[in-house]
């Protein structure tokens, strides 16, 4: 697989959004009676969603600084390998913020379509984003991404460290 042969069709901002709005517009019902007795539910959702969009931001800086593709329909823009910032807790904090952001809003709207559908989206980015672009930087990185897939993990995590071998 080259880089120019990996174009996913679905945009994962796109599928966000439509979370997004299937979890506003299944707000609330049964579930309902549960966000009036713990209001601390609606908090901490939104505060995971706040979470989510700062990291996403925080990582969409980071591309730009080191001059590299946001885009994740066309990977053949890419030009770093960018390990720093955000990217030293999660290979794809894009995508980490995307599952935040809409599980977030989900628990502060107390949509469980909204939390069936946060964990559906998590299940497509890994399977059918992050593991074909996973491919494509691996030919384009070589030894660097192998390197920083053994320090760095797919999702979220502390950084482990690579034993010196002097």
């Known amino acids: 697989m080259n880089p120019q042969s990996f174009k996913n069709p679905v945009p994962p901002l796109l599928l966000t959004g439509v979370v997004v709005i299937i979890a506003f517009i299944f707000r609330g019902g049964a579930l309902h009676a549960f966000d009036r007795t713990l209001p601390i539910v609606g908090w901490a959702g939104y505060a995971l969603a706040c979470s989510g969009l ?4 925080v990582a969409a800086r980071t591309f730009r600084q080191h001059r590299t593709t946001l ?5 053949d823009g890419v030009r770093a390998l960018v390990k720093e910032g955000v990217f030293r807790y999660s290979r794809n904090p894009m995508y980490l913020g ?5 599980a ?3 628990l502060a709207w107390v949509s469980g379509w909204g939390l069936v559908l946060s964990v559906g989206l998590l299940w497509y ?3 059918f984003q992050i593991r074909p672009e996973e491919k494509v930087l691996s030919q384009q ?4 991404f192998a390197e920083y897939t053994q320090q760095t993990r797919r999702w979220f995590g502390f950084v482990k460290r690579l034993a010196n071998k002097n």
């Open 54 to 57: 700062v990291i996403m931001l």
């Open 71 to 75: 885009s994740p329909i066309q990977i």
């Open 98 to 102: 995307m599952v935040c952001l809409t």
């Open 104 to 106: 977030g809003l989900s």
């Open 125 to 127: 980015l890994d399977r």
């Open 141 to 144: 990185f070589g030894p660097a």
